[in-house]
Antibody, heavy 121, light 108 residues
Framework: QVQLQESGPGLVKPSQTLSLTCTVS??????????WSWIRQHPGKGLEWIGY???????YYNPSLESRVTISVDTSENQFSLKLSSVTAADTAVYYC?????????????WGQGTLVTVSS | EIVLTQSPGTLSLSPGERATLSCRAS???????LVWYQQKPGQAPRLLVY???SRATGIPDRFSGSGSGTDFTLTISRLEPEDFAVYYC?????????FGGGTKVEIK
């Protein structure tokens, strides 16, 4: 069974960088065949795709966040990570990591449980 | 980017009733690349339907998806108590991937 687990600070100060890691079990990132995504959900709101990465390091980002986002992969640890710079209160959200179904960056069949990140001084 | 508009915002129904949820796209979605998710409080979304009308593994047949182009529908034929939740559509026909704002199905 594929499982994803987000980890990282739950509180980040404004203007700093938000950093999260997703640890994958039950599947090998280096095996290919899937893109690995970050998605966020503002409190009480809908979902926003942030971007994804392939095991080779190829990335695609949402243009609305591209200037502040970096997604990286560590295949030796079977993890991928998110960095979001210059955060403001508007970046307060639950952040999910997820796996795309079929390797085309399409839709998501496995999700982490999500982690709430609050941006506040 | 493709904007997805879901309606209604809230649907108040009783168990056993039929639910019809709408997802309208700002432009045509190629190859019906649209999915539906269910989300319950405190949980991650769960995939229900992909490619507009194909049920994901393990999803009961009371859930069905239909539509093409710009208009898509998720139908729950007879609501079970566990079906009361928020439902989101998502398109993967063009980048960036986008989600609808959600429809909450609540108990009347």
């Amino acid at each position: 069974q594929v499982q994803l687990q987000e980890s990282g600070p739950g509180l980040v100060k404004p203007s700093q960088t938000l950093s999260l890691t997703c640890t994958v079990s039950g599947a090998s990132i280096s095996g290919g065949g899937h893109y690995w995504s970050w998605i966020r959900q503002h409190p009480g709101k809908g979902l926003e795709w942030i971007g994804y990465i392939y095991y080779s390091g190829t990335t695609y980002y949402n243009p609305s966040l591209e200037s502040r986002v970096t997604i990286s992969v560590d295949t030796s640890e079977n993890q991928f990570s998110l960095k979001l710079s210059s955060v403001t209160a508007a970046d307060t959200a639950v952040y999910y990591c997820a796996r795309d179904c079929c390797g085309s960056g399409d839709y998501f069949d496995y999700w982490g449980q999500g982690t709430l990140v609050t941006v506040s001084s | 980017e493709i904007v997805l508009t879901q309606s209604p915002g809230t649907l108040s129904l009783s168990p056993g009733e039929r639910a019809t949820l709408s997802c309208r796209a700002s432009e045509s979605i190629s190859s019906s690349y649209l999915v539906w998710y269910q989300q319950k409080p405190g949980q991650a979304p769960r995939l229900l339907v992909y490619a507009a009308s194909s049920r994901a593994t393990g999803i009961p047949d009371r859930f069905s998806g239909s539509g093409s182009g710009t208009d898509f529908t998720l139908t729950i034929s007879r609501l079970e108590p566990e079906d009361f939740a928020v439902y989101y559509c998502q398109q993967y026909g063009s980048s960036p991937l986008t989600f609808g704002g959600g429809t909450k199905v609540e108990i009347k």
